[in-house]
């Protein structure tokens, strides 16, 4: 243990490229397939975690008020996980401040539970390295491993016959990414969604016919999407990544009862990306579980293409970079 009893930690969201849908373990959160992302620079989450010596239960705040029995619930049994591993049966007080709305498909709960592991292990004094604290995260919400780094990640599927699967499954870093790519996320609906994505993966891998094939292409995605990154092939990144992204849709869309995340506004989205393509601007769409369109671009092009999509659609678009790996804040003073 070490004598901080509290910790701040920062992390964003993360938005796949080859996406997340489908678990082998929900208790252990294991995914079926690899996925890779772009952590961004907008939309920060803070959480500050303070042990408190003698309390009877711990406290869930998010941006200044006690959270929904439901996050509290989840944020609890996450401190269960880090009190199991460390010394420190302490209950502690939770305060988490968000800049992304919640639960609208914009990866709130990425950003936020990497920066929840990040402040609960230095507070409980846990010394883990990046691959534990993505391991960490992951049990808080899956696309959260990904979050624990900055620029482009890999989560790693465990393999089928895995000795351990816990340890086998986080993400790592990708440090031979030779693209500049920028994401405008276009903002049309920002109020939470209908069907959570936890219920939503759950539904589609039990009665979606088309999850076979989901999974057998987004494998073949994530190979194809590596080596695109890597040799610098931005055309090929966007082509990749829309194309993944509807066909989880697609298969999501085919579950029984079907889950529908896409609207009509979306799909005006997606006609302009079409548009601006066959006038030669260099940009692709992806969409999570909500109806927001996030926009792949070059750096450069991310200004008129978030002008061009706002004037276009009369939606704000934000436009999102690569962002930085979840971290401690300089003022607590503990951890790596
Ligand atoms: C992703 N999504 O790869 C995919 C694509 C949404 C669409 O990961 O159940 O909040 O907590 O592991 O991570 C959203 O699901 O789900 C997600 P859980 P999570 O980003």
């Known amino acids: 243990m070490t004598d901080a009893s509290a910790a701040v930690a920062t992390a964003h969201p993360n938005i796949a490229l ?13 995914p079926l397939a690899d996925s890779l ?5 907008v939309f920060p989450t803070t959480t500050c975690v303070t042990r408190c010596p003698g309390a009877p239960a711990d406290a869930v705040t998010m941006d200044g008020r006690p959270a929904a029995e439901e996050v509290s619930q989840r944020v609890v049994r996450f401190l269960d996980l880090v009190r199991q591993r460390s010394a420190c049966g302490d209950r502690a007080v939770v305060d988490t401040r968000n800049t992304v709305p919640v639960g609208a498909g914009l990866a709130s709960s990425a ?3 990497a920066a929840l592991a990040v402040a609960a292990a230095a507070a409980y004094g846990l010394d883990l390295d990046r691959s534990d604290l993505s391991r960490l995260a992951r049990r808080g919400s899956g696309s959260a491993a990904r979050s624990v780094f900055g620029g482009f990640a890999l989560w790693h599927a465990p393999g089928p016959h895995a000795p ?3 340890a086998a499954s986080f993400a790592e870093p ?12 276009v903002l049309l609906d920002t109020g939470p969604k209908s069907v959570s994505s936890r219920e939503a993966m759950r539904r589609t891998v039990a009665t979606s016919p088309l999850f076979p094939a989901w999974l057998a292409s987004t494998r073949l995605d994530l190979r194809r999407m590596r080596a695109a990154l890597e040799a610098g092939d931005l055309a090929a990144v966007g082509e990749i990544a829309e194309r993944n992204a509807l066909g989880m849709h697609s298969t999501l869309e085919s579950a029984d009862p079907p889950i529908r995340y896409r609207t ?13 393509r066959s006038a030669g601007v260099g940009c692709w769409a992806t969409m999570d579980a909500g109806p927001n369109v996030k926009v792949l671009c070059a750096g450069g092009q991310a200004v008129p ?10 939606f704000p678009a934000v436009i999102a970079r690569p962002g930085p790996a979840a971290a401690l804040c ?7």
Do not use: C, H
């Not at 990708?174 to 996320?185: E, H, K, T, Y």
């Not at 300089?330 to 790596?336: K, L, M």
């Open 174 to 185: 990708l440090s031979r990414v030779r693209i500049d790519a920028a994401l405008v996320v």
């Open 305 to 314: 293409v978030a002008e061009r999509l706002a004037g276009a659609t009369g």
């Open 37 to 41: 992302s772009m952590t961004l620079d």
């Open 111 to 113: 950003g936020g539970f």
């Open 264 to 276: 009509g506004q979306s799909d005006q989205v997606l006609e302009q990306v079409r548009a601006l």
């Open 330 to 336: 300089p003022r607590t003073g503990a951890g790596r």
């Open 18 to 30: 080859v996406k997340y849908w489908g678990k082998r373990d929900e208790e252990l959160v294991l």
């Open 164 to 166: 351990d699967p816990d």
